[in-house]
């Protein structure tokens, strides 16, 4: 038997690239878009309790350099029930779709990073004197990167008209730019955040998700 036909001589087989899977919720698995609306419904207990919270975990970017952790904390407080349920609707049935397609830490670090640079461009671009709150940013960033790996996903516009994903970020993007009292620097800096990694997971993910 000729050396090169052994099985230690042979050339080992090259290695396989492992396929990109979307995760599935297990049994017990949490739905971290879940998770994440139960903690900004905790924040907005607290506040109701105490109305001080907002003013200390919002964003001000004259007293950023006193409180430079509302970068993070402005994101879970929100001004009122309308403002958290809009933005905790469009969470769940955004977030819930995105972290099946890339997963639960992928999912968060897009929502953290998309949140931190929406209230970052808001520090640099909005009125100093001026107080930004809630999760806008970060939800941009979700619809951002479905924008990019789902393009002709359909969303049922107030629940009744179907519309593109894509057309649906654009008008509320639009509409929420000439709305006084709507930072649509954290809109911007979130939704760029959200394309960005929707550029990255589109090369990673399966094709037949986004096709």
């Keep these: 038997m000729p050396l090169n036909d052994r099985d230690y001589m042979k050339n080992p087989p090259p290695p396989r690239r492992r396929a990109w899977r979307p995760t599935s919720f ?38 950023f350099a006193e409180r430079p952790w509302t970068l993070f904390t402005a994101m879970f407080v929100h001004s009122g029930f309308w403002h958290l349920f809009f933005n905790m609707v469009t969470l769940y049935f955004f977030g819930t779709f995105l972290v099946r397609l ?11 990073i998309g949140g931190i640079a929406g209230n970052a461009l808001y520090l640099w671009l909005g009125e100093p004197f001026s107080l930004v ?20 996903l359909t969303v049922r516009l107030y629940f009744v008209f179907p ?29 760029a955040v959200g394309l960005i990694a929707g550029l990255f997971f589109r090369r990673r993910i399966r094709v037949d998700f986004y096709r």
Excluded: C, K, M
């Design 26 to 63: 297990g049994d017990f698995a949490l739905n971290p878009a879940l998770v994440l609306i139960v903690i900004n419904f905790i924040f907005f207990i607290a506040t109701l309790a105490r109305e001080d919270i907002i003013t200390r975990l919002g964003l001000a970017p004259i007293l």
């Design 102 to 112: 890339i997963g639960s830490n992928w999912f968060l670090l897009v929502y953290i």
């Design 133 to 152: 709150i809630g999760a806008s940013g970060a939800i941009y960033a979700i619809a951002g990167a479905l924008v990019v790996l789902v393009p002709r």
């Design 163 to 191: 519309v593109p994903l894509w057309a649906v970020v654009l008008i509320f993007f639009v509409i929420g730019s000439f709305v006084p009292g709507v930072a649509w620097q954290a809109h911007l800096g979130g939704l």
